[in-house]
């Protein structure tokens, strides 16, 4: 994970957090499998579907929650690295995400 620290004033700071493909892939196929034991499709056990059907089916929802797990804990883990204590809530203006991105 990159972070990039920039000062905007005083009281107000903008972080640039990049975090490498390997990561996005292991929590997007972390959060697959989370979503595959829980997936019910039609002509399969409650959990036994196939990962790439339970995609199918539910590929944009995974890919959210990926993004949510993953900006918290990017966030959280450059806050420590960088020695920050916030204030308030971050503001978040940019977002590029996508399975095997960095």
């Known amino acids: 994970m990159e972070v990039t620290v920039t000062d905007l004033s005083p009281c107000r700071k903008q972080l640039r957090i990049e975090v490498d493909a390997e990561t996005v892939d292991a929590k997007f196929d972390a959060v697959a499998?989370?979503?595959?034991?829980?997936?019910?499709?039609?002509?399969?056990?409650?959990?036994?579907?196939?990962l790439p059907n339970v995609m199918r089916a539910y590929g944009d929802k995974i890919a959210d929650e990926a993004k949510r797990a993953l900006m918290a804990e990017s966030y959280s883990d450059a806050l420590k690295q960088q020695d920050l204590k916030p204030v308030i809530m971050p503001e978040i203006e940019e977002l590029q995400f996508g399975h095997g991105k960095p």
């Not at 595959?36 to 039609?42: E, V, Y």
Request: proline share 17%.
């Open 33 to 50: 499998k989370d979503f595959r034991r829980q997936a019910h499709l039609p002509g399969f056990r409650p959990g036994k579907a196939p």
